[in-house]
């Protein structure tokens, strides 16, 4: 489970987001060997960018076998992720794909700003692609025992059903005496401050 925090400005004006590394590192495990590899072959051959085709070279050098997407479906499946969007991780690009003799792989190739960056390697802990697509699912509850979900970090539903009406989190974001530190969304049946999981 990766911990969701509020990010927020004022009473009615904030987000859903979690921590990037914490979130990968609920999926992946670092590769120091893959990654200095990755690295290290992409300098010998001139490639500046770890784009899509890039990696599927590197991969196929070392194997000499091209990748696949995950558990051999399909092609490399790519991700990037804008700030405009509604999710919980702000801008990361990622490259999910396997291959026969590395197995399941994630590599990070954009930051934070949605630039290039060195690539990073991750082995995948986790049996489905739908795993790392999980960027804007979260679950929560209040110390009342009041249970929400979101699917897309702006629509907020009761978990069971019970409450038929969808709120907005924006609108229900508080931010106690000004303190954004202390920013949570408040649960619609209580007031009670709301505590979010990624649901994975």
Known sequence: MTSVSVEAWSHGDGWLTVDTLE???????FAPDLTDD?????????HDWP???VIAAWVEARTG???????????LWHHNL??????LIDDLGF???????FGDLMITVSDHLGCYVPPTVYRSTVDELEEWADYSDATG???NGHRWQTHDTVNLHAWDGSDLTTYRVPDLVRVPFGD?????VACPACGKAVRFDNRF
């Open 23 to 29: 979130w990968i590192n609920d999926r992946g495990e």
């Open 38 to 46: 990755l690295r290290g072959w992409m300098d010998e051959n001139g």
């Open 51 to 53: 784009h899509d085709s």
């Open 65 to 75: 076998e091209p990748p696949a997407g995950l558990h051999g479906d399909g092609e």
């Open 82 to 87: 804008c700030n405009f969007s509604d999710h």
């Open 95 to 101: 490259v999910v794909l396997s291959s026969a003799e």
């Open 141 to 143: 509850e209040c110390a």
């Open 180 to 184: 954004r530190s202390r920013a949570y």
